[in-house]
């Protein structure tokens, strides 16, 4: 069967949080205070860079209680809670933060990244778009004192490279890609920037591009399991399984429990016949992501291409309650439905991938090759030209599985 969503596992895009140095704040009552203030903030900041945030956090505290109308306190403490795992602290502090200064970039951008885990995209773009806005006239530098470190010191390639993540889901991927050259001019050492561009590259054809991109990467910050990950699909893609298999590897030691690197080596497994392999890639895959309905598919085409149909069956099915719309899952359950015996139930199974799909050319295919088994030859020729119709691509494939279906069922079809 073939696995049309292989490329879709890129994990084309991570969104980052931003530091900055301590910046100019509204008017301080004192200078006395002001003074004060500020030195907690250095002392909060030096604790946090060594991870000690609840010391850090209580400099904040002091820094805030000093001058309750300086941003960076509440900016330093809003990140330092982040880094604790208490999100909803750390956005009302960003929120606080940006009230008193509604020019904070990097305010923005990080609340943007709670916003963006969060689920609320609008929000999160409208923070990308005004630290954008924000920071390019800004004259504040990086410097020593930001802690809140990414794979950018700019606040700009940050904020573009985020803005790129969300355009890229939106399905903007013209937009998307302008955002990651953008982010790249601003900050040629971030790393992730070039990681989010390849995937986009390589889906419009610039292979080349995309292995630049991927080289750049890993030259950036070899530590990178994205970086690893997406130079292992474009070997992938380009026929060096071997060589993808090898990236895939660095890139789960460098993070086991990467869901999307499982999913790709165990695609690139099955896809080389080494099933037993691929099936420990998605037992792990499920086991920390189980309500990813990708896994449970892939396993069961990893299953059916063993023969095992019943088990294939089951997981198909586990993969449909997750994705109920999910056409191709629906498909490929129909081609082991018919390998186990049950044709009827198999093309139910097809009806309902092109009911969802109308343009799934490989439910056409596998529902003209049903018919063809129940002696239907006008239906399967109208599922056949509309197959190819749609993906003319599929040629080869499709006459490898209607030449077999011929010889097995004795079927008179013309070419």
């Known amino acids: 069967m073939k696995r049309t969503s292989i490329l879709a596992s890129f994990i084309f895009f991570q969104s980052v949080l931003c530091g900055l140095p301590l910046a100019t704040a509204a008017a301080q009552p004192l200078a006395s205070q002001s003074a004060a203030a500020s030195s907690h ?86 923070d990308y778009d005004k630290a954008i806005k924000y920071d390019a006239d800004s004259s504040v530098a990086p410097s020593s004192h930001s802690y809140i470190v990414s794979a950018s010191n700019r606040i700009q390639g940050t904020a573009y490279n985020n803005r790129g993540v969300i355009r890229r889901e939106k399905g903007d991927m013209k937009r998307a890609l302008g955002d990651f050259n953008r982010a790249i001019e601003a900050d040629p050492r971030l790393a992730l920037a070039y990681s989010n561009r390849s995937p986009i590259r390589l889906l419009g054809g610039d292979a080349r591009g995309a292995m630049e991109d991927a080289e750049r990467a890993l030259t950036l910050d070899p530590q990178s399991s994205q970086a690893w990950n997406n130079r292992g699909l474009i070997r992938l893609r380009a026929g060096d399984t071997e060589s993808a298999l090898g990236d895939f590897d660095r890139a789960i030691e460098l993070d086991p429990r990467n869901v999307e690197v499982r999913l790709n080596r165990g695609n690139a497994r099955s896809d080389k016949g080494r099933y037993e392999e691929a099936l420990a890639d998605y037992d792990q895959a499920i086991l920390l992501a189980p309500r990813d309905s990708r896994a449970w598919s892939y396993r069961g085409s990893s299953r059916y291409s063993k023969g095992d149909y019943a088990a294939a069956i089951s997981d198909y099915t586990r993969a449909i309650e997750l994705d109920p719309r999910n056409a191709t899952a629906y498909s490929n359950r129909g081609n082991a439905r018919r390998a186990n015996g049950d044709l009827a139930g198999a093309m139910n199974d097809y009806n309902l991938a092109l009911s969802l799909d109308p343009r799934c050319a490989v439910a056409f295919l596998n529902r003209g090759i049903g018919y063809l088994q129940q002696g239907c030859e006008e239906e399967a020729r109208r599922d056949f030209d509309q197959c190819l119709k749609i993906d003319p691509a599929l040629r080869p494939e499709f006459d490898v599985a209607v030449g077999e279906a011929r010889r097995r069922f004795n079927g008179v079809l013309k070419k």
């Open 41 to 126: 903030i250095e002392r909060g900041v030096y604790l946090a860079q060594r991870g000690k945030f609840e010391q850090a956090i209580a400099e904040f505290d002091s820094a805030i209680e000093l001058n309750p109308r300086q941003a960076d306190a509440w900016f330093y403490r809003g990140s330092a809670y982040n880094f604790k795992g208490d999100a909803d602290r750390a956005l009302s502090d960003f929120n606080r933060a940006i009230e008193l200064n509604s020019r904070f970039a990097v305010g923005y951008v990080n609340r943007g990244k709670i916003r963006y885990d969060r689920g609320d995209i609008d929000g999160a773009l409208a």
